[in-house]
């Protein structure tokens, strides 16, 4: 096989999206206690444009209910990637109801205080339904 320098190579897919350029790591752990308490920590840093978070740190605390169900509370906090975004504060409760060994639903509430991409708003509620299936 010859080489021929003269014919172009396909664009990356990622420039052809024109889509930001970022690397990130995360880190995660959670360990039951007392074969009930689950404390829980997230750690996440961003380099780059293509994240809204720069660095994220969460913690939290779950009770493990009957039937593998677990209710649990967390805190979050997050510095933008962007210097002129306010850092955000994130607090949620959730309660999983484990369905199967391998489906999960989990209903939650959030507080978001100072969302970052919504200035003029001190506190937004969310709720929501998550569905995990593994």
């Given at each position: ?18 889509s930001?350029?970022a ?74 109801f ?37």
């Open positions: 096989m010859r080489f021929q320098p003269d014919v172009p190579l396909e664009p990356d897919a990622r420039e052809v999206a024109q930001l350029e690397w990130g790591v995360a880190f995660t752990a959670q360990k039951f206690v007392c074969d009930k308490w689950l404390p829980f920590f997230r750690f996440g840093y961003s380099d780059g444009d293509a994240s809204l978070m720069q660095t994220t740190f969460s913690t939290g605390l779950g009770l493990e209910r009957k039937n593998n169900d677990v209710a649990a509370i967390g805190f979050s906090w997050g510095k933008p990637a962007a210097g002129t975004l306010r850092d955000q504060f994130t607090s949620e409760v959730f309660y999983r484990q369905l199967t060994q391998f489906l999960a639903v989990t209903p939650d509430a959030q507080l978001i205080a100072n969302p970052a991409l919504n200035p003029n708003v001190d506190v937004v509620a969310f709720f929501g339904v998550r569905l995990r299936a593994a």
